[in-house]
Each structure stands twice: as structure tokens, then as C-alpha cells.
């Protein structure tokens, strides 16, 4: 069984999901201006935010447990939990006086909820990475090491690839090399509009700097009658799949990313691909900080049963 840790850092996770059960850490509001009935919205709106985050909701809350710093805001604390709480689905609840780490805290929340129901399911860790995935929205070290690196660029070359033509081809970024990156997407920018200003070249040339690692990705066609391009770049496009995917299964976060950059020969040129290589991502990789919350996964409005 495996554990997944979200929004950690140095003292604790936001979120913890084992067993098909979700735990919280204790939420207080971030505007501690606000009396209790607004700190308590803040709080509740932050549970809301880090259920969506592994894929559950406030109606798959288990128990929850309410610290205030005075017992006598209860009735305003419950203002704010009643015009909340889902009306068919209210969970076990404790609420307790206690002090709390600052007296600028009014009150504390921390709930228990079963997880999303692709989550709690299905046993195989494989679906609980697939069905947990979304892409990191800030990366920071530590990254992958170089074995780990190893491993997913071996999962990625596990990707079905029609005549085992091996059509994928990677530049590894680390650390300085990243400026490479940079400085072409910079230079892409200004072939593009000639009279941008120094900041914006500069922040272009930032934006390879937004994590540790980044991956880029391109496909090197072959011209094959039995092995039309598209399908050359499906095998590649499910190879960055599985990249992603091993990252999750190892505990980094990722982004997919491309951008006119990823179009232009003077990208291929400093990476060392070929002119006919056609880079399909740039793969940003490190330990996510934030999280875009997990897609609820739809499928009715695009499937037909036949
Ligand atoms: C081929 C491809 C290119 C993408 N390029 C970008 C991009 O340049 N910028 C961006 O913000 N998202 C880009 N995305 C989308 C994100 O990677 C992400 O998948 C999407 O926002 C959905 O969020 P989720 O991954 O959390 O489900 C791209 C996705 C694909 C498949």
C-alpha cells in the first residue's frame, strides 16, 4: 500500500491519502483580521481547496475535529460550518477550547474524508498514480537523481511504439544547462517580436528555470508507408505519459509544456536534435509545492456505448 504526501514541507503534508482515506492537516485562515465566522469560512474554503487537490470532496468527509480559541464562538463558528457543511453528508464532529499556535488563530479545523472514488476503488497503485495525477504548478528541488532520471526515461521507452521504431528522442536539463533552454526560448521571442523589451527576454529566459529538471521530448520521424507520422508521435506523446506517470509513482510533480517554443529550429538546435526531430514537450519535473486540483474523470459526454 502506498502513501501520498501532499503540499509537504520541511514540518509537515497538507494532505496524506493511504488506504482510500484522506487526512488533513489542521486548517487555519490565512487573513487572521477576520473574526471567527470569517476565519472559519477561510478555513473551510482551504479544506474544500486540498479535498479537490487528491480528488475527493467535503461530502466524503469522515469526522472532523474544530479547535477554538474561546468555546464561546462556538454559535459563530457554527454560522459559518452550517452554511457550509453538505446537508446530505454531515460528518462526525468534535469541538473543542484549546489554545491554539498564535493567538491570532481564532480556530482550527482538521477533517478525515474517504478519498475520491478512483482512488479508494481500485488497490492497484498503478490506477491510484494515473487517477491522482495533475500537473505541478510550482517546482522546486529536490528533483529526481540520476538513476531516477534512468527510470523514467526507461518507462517512457516502455510506451507501445508501432515497428519498435524507438522514435523518441530526449535532452536532459539539469542545473545550469536549463540557461541552454533559456536562452532559445529568449532568442525564439525575439525573432517573434523583434522589439521586445530586456525584462520580458529576461523573464522568457527565466521560465526554464521554473524547476530542477526539465525533460524535453521530440519525436525523430521516420518516412514509413506502414507507419504514418501521427502514429510515430502517439507512441512519443504516450512515452511522455508514462514519464509522468513513474515521476508521480516516485513522488515528484510534473509539467507538461510546450509553448512556440517547442516549434522553432533554434530550440532544436541548442538541445542537439535534429532538424527533423519535432520536440512534443518540454517535461518540467521536481517536488511539486502546489498542485492543479485533480480533473473529475468525465467520460459520459464523450464516449458511446455501441
Ligand atoms: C501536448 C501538450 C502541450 C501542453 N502545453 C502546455 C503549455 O505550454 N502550458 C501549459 O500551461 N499547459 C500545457 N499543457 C497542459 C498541461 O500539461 C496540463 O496537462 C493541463 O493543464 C491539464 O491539467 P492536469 O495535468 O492537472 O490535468 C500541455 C499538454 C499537452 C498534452
Redesign the pocket.
Known sequence: MSIRRFESSARMSQAVVANGVVYLAGQVADDTTADVEGQTRQVLAEIDRLLALVGTDKRRILSANIYLADIGDFAAMNRAWEAWVASDAKPARATIEAKLAAPKYRVEVQVTALAGEASSATPADVLETIML???ATKLVEPAPDRAQLETLLRAAVRAPDHGRLAPWRFAVLQGEARARLGEAMAEVLRQRTPDVAAEVLDGERRKALRAPVVIAVAVSPQPLPKIPEVEQIAAV?AGIENLILAAHALGFGS?????PAAYNPIVNRALGFEPTDRI??FVYLGTAVT??P??AAEIDAVTRWL
Open positions: 495525477r495533475s500537473s506523446a509539467m507538461w509544456k510546450t509553448g512534443l514537450g498542485r492543479a485533480v480533473r
